[in-house]
């Protein structure tokens, strides 16, 4: 796996920032990051025209700037070099995009608001215009790795992700859970659904994990499961399981197979990137 050396910030003077600048000192000192770049949007075309003349000998900058500069100050305690970029785009994805490529941005840091805190800069056009990983996190009182779910449908796409976790657990200790949930086709389930039928059903996928993890140069999860998403698509399945458990990192590639009754990555990454989770969702690219 690629090391995180350079980590990208994304602010936006909202109430999580404080929470997103500690998150970020956590993840730094757990995964001895070397660089951490904290980056704010100023919209301008956002301000309205009433306070144009209030602003006009304001110097937003240096202002905002320096409000960042004291708040990372106070609580960034990570060994790692910091700097804040200020910058002025109509369009903050792509200028997330655009500094991630200038400074080789392993890993990129959102924040994930409910509706009423705004809507913050996690939409899918970021998860789809980034070529590294990107991590949404929402505002909770827990920072901690101990329980790190990796969603997996056992095709090579989501071997990335057990690659990434396993750079975790070569630096802290954490309980990794291998999750998989499956379903029946629908023009299939009237006739082979029931007790019997679903362990055939985990019965090979087990038999198929096993070969999986056996390819694999890592250590096994300390725990797989498989998950019968019954009447439920695989979203709401994995969306009642999230709420329900509350893992401390949920892990998912950003493609997946195609197989008809797998955990389709690619399309349940989309799904749960626009979701206002309570757990943290990080998309290994």
Not at 61 to 79: H, M, P, V, W
Not at 163 to 192: A, W
Request: contains cysteine; hydrophobic residues 40%.
């Amino acid at each position: 796996m690629e090391k995180v050396k350079n980590l990208l910030v994304a602010l936006d003077l909202s109430s999580i920032d404080n929470h997103l600048i500690e998150y970020s000192s956590f993840l730094a000192e757990k995964l001895a990051i070397e660089n951490v770049y904290f980056v704010h949007n100023i919209k301008k075309y956002e301000i309205s025209d009433l306070f144009e003349e209030e602003l006009q000998n304001v110097n937003l900058d240096q202002l905002i700037g320096d409000e960042l500069n004291d708040k990372i100050d106070s609580r960034f305690t990570a060994k790692a070099n910091w700097e804040v970029l200020i910058s002025e785009d109509s369009n903050t994805e792509s200028l997330i995009h655009y500094i991630a490529n200038k400074y080789q941005i392993n890993l990129v840091l959102i924040g994930n608001k409910t509706t009423k805190d705004g809507t913050g800069v996690v939409t899918t056009k970021l998860l789809r215009l980034l070529k590294c990983s990107i991590l949404t996190v929402p505002k909770t009182d827990e920072i901690n790795l101990d329980k790190v779910w990796v969603a997996t449908d056992f095709s090579s796409h989501s071997r990335k992700s057990f690659f990434f976790v396993e750079e975790l657990r070569n630096k802290i200790t954490i309980k990794l859970n291998s999750i998989h949930i499956y379903h029946i086709p629908i023009q299939f389930s009237p006739y082979v659904v029931g007790d019997a039928a679903i362990t055939k059903i985990e019965t090979h996928l087990k038999q198929k994990a096993a070969k999986f993890f056996k390819k694999l140069a890592v250590t096994e999860p300390d725990e797989s499961e498989f998950l019968f998403a019954k009447d439920k698509s695989i979203g709401q399945k994995f969306l009642l399981e999230i709420e329900k458990r509350k893992p401390n990192l949920i892990v998912l590639s950003d493609k997946g197979g195609s197989n008809i009754s797998s955990l389709l990555i690619g399309s349940l990454t989309e799904e749960l990137f626009n979701e206002s989770l309570s757990s943290p969702l990080l998309v290994v690219k």
